[in-house]
């Protein structure tokens, strides 16, 4: 029926400016775990148990980190896979005092962190979330606690973007009476199709703590020719390279460049098949074949943090290629 006063079609607003989509984050789980999705497809997912990043999917949504599928996702243990956080403490340190009774790397990443909350970035693209953890942090891991009874405070950031994954942490001292020494590492597990067609580029020339072998740890020189590592059994090593960033390439084709800020250090870790098969977490048992830890971290020495003080680094994990 025509009416005489029907209602005009309203103007098209296509001409006024809109919020462009934005991020979203959620949690999932049981609150146990955050999902950040980008409107350009990427996501990334976060337990609160370690902050640790279990997952990073690109626009089509492959996956570019290793989880093993034995790994314990329940706040039970340190998760096998993804990028677990490593303080105060690299592996353990039976010589120094103030860390020498903790467990292997450290607490951060067996502590239920709180989640502080999201920022995007100025042309909101993507999203940065806040995690904290501190002495005062009830999920803090209590026996750890006990065992290193310093005021700290520890803000772990992870940001994604369309084609990067960066995370950063600032570890404050609270105390102006007790300094602290510390170590930090991001123990990213990246995922690759075949290890035997990996090449680790940045690290030429370089000096290693070699941690694998019958006179290990010891010190070593990455030989400047040819300027690639490969991956051709069990490897271990704490790499001090002047270049601040490396690059892994598979088949010949860059994937990720990692490149550190205020870390000196990368440790290249790959347990190959029989230390594989030796962890009960780690599945299947031949899944060395498609992970290359590289993990960028401030571990040669101690960081020695003041009262007030903090220690920051950062790591970006650029897609390439
Ligand atoms: O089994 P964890 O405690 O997760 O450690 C895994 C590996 O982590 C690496 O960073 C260390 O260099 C290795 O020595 C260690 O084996």
Known sequence: MDRANKPKTLPKLSSTPGLPPQPTVTFTDDNSRLRADLPTGESIEVLLYGATVISWKDATGDEKLWLSEAAKLDGSKAVRGGIPLVFPVFGTAPDHPQTKDLPQHG???????????KSTSESMVGVKLDFGLSS???????KAAALWPFKFNLIYSVTLNPESLTTSIVAT??????????????HTYLRVKDITA?????????PYTDKVGPSAPSTKTQPATPPTLTITGETDRVYTPTEDAVTVSE???PRFRVTRDNLANVVVWNPWADKAAAMADFKPDDGYKNMVCVEPGAVGGWQAVEGGDAFEGAQTIKLVG
């Not at 607490?107 to 909350?117: C, D, K, P």
């Not at 005062?136 to 209590?142: I, N, R, S, V």
């Not at 001292?173 to 020494?181: G, L, M, T, V």
Request: proline share 7%; hydrophobic share 45%.
């Open 107 to 117: 607490f951060a990443r067996t502590s239920r962190w709180e989640f502080l909350g």
């Open 136 to 142: 005062a942090t009830p999920g803090l891991d209590p």
């Open 173 to 186: 001292n609270d105390d102006a009476a007790a300094p602290f020494d510390c170590q930090v590492l991001m």
């Open 198 to 206: 990996v090449e680790i580029t940045g690290l030429a020339s370089a």
């Open 251 to 253: 088949a010949g084709q």
